[in-house]
């Protein structure tokens, strides 16, 4: 029988799958409802910037795998598919066909996943909104006027709009708990190296960015991690698999923990009182169920950590800029102004400071090492503010010409040395300020969906945990959601 449209939106990839294994729904079926639900909704949302639902519907007939049939989206940064543009929210990457599929994309292939295209992505997936000048504007449905964050904002706004139960994503910064929080969703950073990366890269971002999903269910995230974790030929190291399937692991109850929370930005910038409150009560839900819960935080410099995060920016966008012009033929109007000046400040950054900024991650690494020896997790905001309304973030005019005049004086050595960096990096990281940490230490951080305001918009909490410790995150996560559920809390357009 043909599945509707209430009824689709009422399973997750599991339960699709389960659905679709015994028979009572078709692949074919199930993949028809995905199209029907995105050609109603993603005209209002764009999330979806590269749709390929004729390819969809012909992939039905042959899967197999753990999730077979279940509608997927890819995002368009990395998870590269063979022959087909992989962008990177950028003009200056729209001739970029690999030639090869990478491990996510084989392994969510293998699992029987259905791709029905490609989502939204801001330029390089730099920033916490998806807003580009190549795709337009995502929205959010919660609110079209609001932004779903960034980068993996079309992968968000799909998923919270009910037109695929779970969709790819990747994290360098937030990008996957940061959209996460703005759309209702969980959201799951793995550890480095738990993910691979290959075969176009050994680890992305130096080992700050990994792939994993976005999703509406702790299980669907677990089931995903099983599928895609583990090695591929040639990465860089490995990290021992868990004692037994992730989604097996989720049912076991975590046992007393010991959190830490905090509701200070790292920065010194502000928090909305949204923020703040949703930390606040899922502190008392967690005493409620039996964690002990006290006010604390890991003891590292926060403008060292800012500097360190753009840095890393800085290096990669002007390799990634470099590669475009020199491989793709690419010219300076097919970059966006700010991509721009990012890359000249790339440039212009000597090689032994960008060097001394990496090795400095050692010491955020070291003081997490040590916060941990004490306590299980922490506990703080996902974002420092609420959503940002479509186009907040545009560079004023007066900035942009600024801008404009520093790339064309090629300013990068005194912008360095002026302190304008350091001021780039706290107006670019004052919106999330708390995700930044998971990255350049490598450990695992989530974003739950438990709180919502009273005008109906969601709010994620953020928990991090030492190195390895996914199973961890998954387990209080799968607690909190059996607490207080909120698969049916979602915006349905």
Not at 127 to 156: C, H, I, M, Q
Not at 239 to 258: E, K, M
Not at 365 to 379: E, I
Request: include cysteine; proline fraction near 7%; charge should be negative.
């Amino acid at each position: 029988m043909a599945i509707k449209q209430a009824e689709y939106l009422r399973y997750d990839a599991v339960g699709l799958a389960e659905l679709i294994r015994r028979g009572e729904v078709s692949p074919h079926e199930v993949c028809t409802a995905a199209i029907e639900r995105a050609e109603a909704v993603n005209g209002r949302l764009n999330a979806i910037c590269q749709p390929r639902f004729e390819e969809a519907l012909a992939q039905t007939a042959t899967v197999n795998g753990a999730l077979a049939g279940v509608p997927f989206l890819l995002k368009d940064v990395g998870q590269e598919q063979a022959g087909i543009p992989c962008t990177y929210g950028s003009r200056a990457y729209t001739r970029y066909v690999p030639d090869q599929d990478s491990e996510f994309v084989c392994r969510s292939r293998d699992a029987g996943l259905v791709f029905l295209g490609r989502t939204a992505t801001p330029e390089f997936g730099l920033k916490a909104v998806t807003e580009s000048s190549l795709w337009g504007v995502t929205r959010n449905p919660w609110d079209v006027d609001l932004t779903p964050g960034g980068s993996s904002g079309g992968a968000a706004a799909a998923v919270a709009a009910g037109i695929v139960p779970v969709a790819g994503a990747n994290d360098g910064g937030g990008s996957i708990r940061i959209p996460a929080a703005y759309t209702g969703l969980f959201g799951l950073k793995p550890s480095r190296g738990r993910i691979s990366a290959g075969p176009h890269a050994a680890e992305r971002w130096t080992g700050a960015s990994c792939d994993h999903v976005v999703s509406r269910t702790v299980r669907d995230s677990a089931a995903m991690l099983d599928i895609l974790a583990g090695p591929a030929p040639g990465d860089p190291f490995r990290i021992p698999p868990p004692p037994r399937p992730f989604t097996d692991l989720l049912q076991q109850a975590p046992g007393p923990l010991r959190v830490a929370m905090f509701t200070e930005s790292p920065y010194g910038t502000a928090v909305d009182s949204h923020c703040i409150e949703a930390v606040e009560t899922t502190a008392r839900r967690l005493e409620d169920l039996g964690h002990h819960v006290e006010w604390a935080r890991p003891q590292f410099d926060g403008q060292a950590l800012a500097r360190c995060y753009l840095g890393l920016y800085f290096g990669e966008v002007s390799a990634m800029i470099q590669r475009a012009e020199e491989t793709f033929g690419a010219r300076k109007d097919d970059f966006e102004l700010e991509t721009r000046l990012i890359g000249m400040l790339g440039k212009s950054l000597p090689l032994p400071d960008y060097v001394r900024l990496r090795q400095t991650w050692n010491d955020f690494g070291r003081a997490l090492g040590r916060f941990f020896q004490k306590f299980d997790l922490y506990l703080c905001p996902t974002t420092g503010q609420m959503p940002a309304r479509i186009g907040e973030t545009d560079l004023p005019t007066g900035r942009r010409s600024a801008v404009n005049l520093m790339l064309a004086l090629k300013a990068g050595r005194l912008a360095h040395k002026s302190g304008l960096v350091d001021k780039m990096a706290l107006e670019s990281l004052a919106r999330t300020p708390f995700t930044q940490l998971a990255n350049l230490t490598g450990t695992p951080a989530m974003s739950v969906p438990l709180h919502w305001t009273a005008g109906g918009l969601p709010v994620g909490v953020h928990f991090g945990a030492d190195h390895g410790q996914e199973a961890l995150l998954l387990s209080l996560a799968g607690q909190l959601e059996e607490a207080s559920p909120w698969f049916a809390h979602y915006e349905r357009l």
